[in-house]
């Protein structure tokens, strides 16, 4: 079990801390990418690649060697991150020139932009993947025992990270949807004297009418004080005009 006289549970530690306090989803996995590159001996280049649905991306990089890599990945389909995310463990390196699993990524990027060794960690909470944490260096046999476990030891605290900051920003979007969604239902009741109900009924009808989210129709009322106008209402619908050509039901 580490104890504070353990100098890898005395850096990760300060990872953590530093992490925790960026601002931000971006501003968290730049904080990574830089303290893998100046904690893991044999990084000279890191960044970090994240899974969107299908999709996969580098958001954050240190040094143009992992962005480079990391992008003949996604065009060629084949590498260490991508084997990383797929097969849930640490993938290494020490000769991508030669290594059989990447016939066409290793021999590339081993010639241009000159990486010839990497190691991948997986980024996950409770069997979630969020994507891989990617460490380039120019030389061969770069990456020792220790730094594969120093960077899963990191890894570990950057999903944690990741996940603190993901659920923070979506708290935070639904509070301020429903701030808004309150000012405009505001703006409403007061100009044509509406009951609540009446109102947030209006702002979904808008919407409807306009293909457009309730929060950003809520948005439009706040920032221009005016209301939208909603096409004529069919017979039976109970819609009634309001004043402007807004109709309210």
């Known amino acids: 079990m580490p104890t504070s006289d353990d ?17 931000g989803e971006q501003a968290t996995l730049r904080a990574a990418t830089r303290l893998a590159v100046v904690n893991i001996d044999g990084a000279t280049s890191a960044s970090v690649s994240i899974v969107s649905g299908r999709q996969i991306a580098t958001p954050a990089w240190d040094g ?12 060629l389909g084949e590498g260490p991150c991508l084997d990383s995310i797929a097969e849930r463990h640490a993938v290494r390196s020490p000769s991508l020139a030669y290594d059989e699993r990447w ?11 000159g990486a010839h060794s990497v190691l991948s960690v997986r980024l996950f909470t409770d069997g979630h ?26 890894a570990a605290h950057i999903a944690i990270a990741l996940a603190a900051v993901r659920q923070s920003d979506s708290l935070l979007a639904g509070l301020d949807s429903r701030s808004v969604i309150g000012q405009a239902m505001g703006i409403i009741m007061e100009r044509f004297d509406l ?6 009924s209006l702002l979904g009808r808008i919407a409807s009418s306009t293909q457009t989210k309730v929060r950003d ?30 109709a309210v039901g």
């Open 64 to 75: 143009e060697l992992a962005r480079e890599c990391d992008r003949l990945q996604y065009l």
């Open 7 to 23: 100098p890898l549970a005395v850096w990760i530690a300060e990872a953590s801390r530093e992490m925790e306090g960026q601002d």
């Open 103 to 113: 016939p066409v990524w290793g021999p590339r990027v081993a010639d241009d932009p």
């Open 195 to 200: 009951a609540p109900p009446v109102a947030l």
């Open 217 to 246: 129709v809520a948005r439009e009322i706040v920032t221009t004080r005016s209301v939208p106008t909603l096409h004529a209402a069919e017979p039976g619908t109970g819609v009634l005009p309001l004043e402007g050509g807004s």
């Open 129 to 154: 993947a969020f994507g891989a944490l990617n460490m380039y260096s120019p030389a061969k046999d770069a990456f020792s025992d220790q730094d594969q476990e120093e960077a899963t030891a990191l």
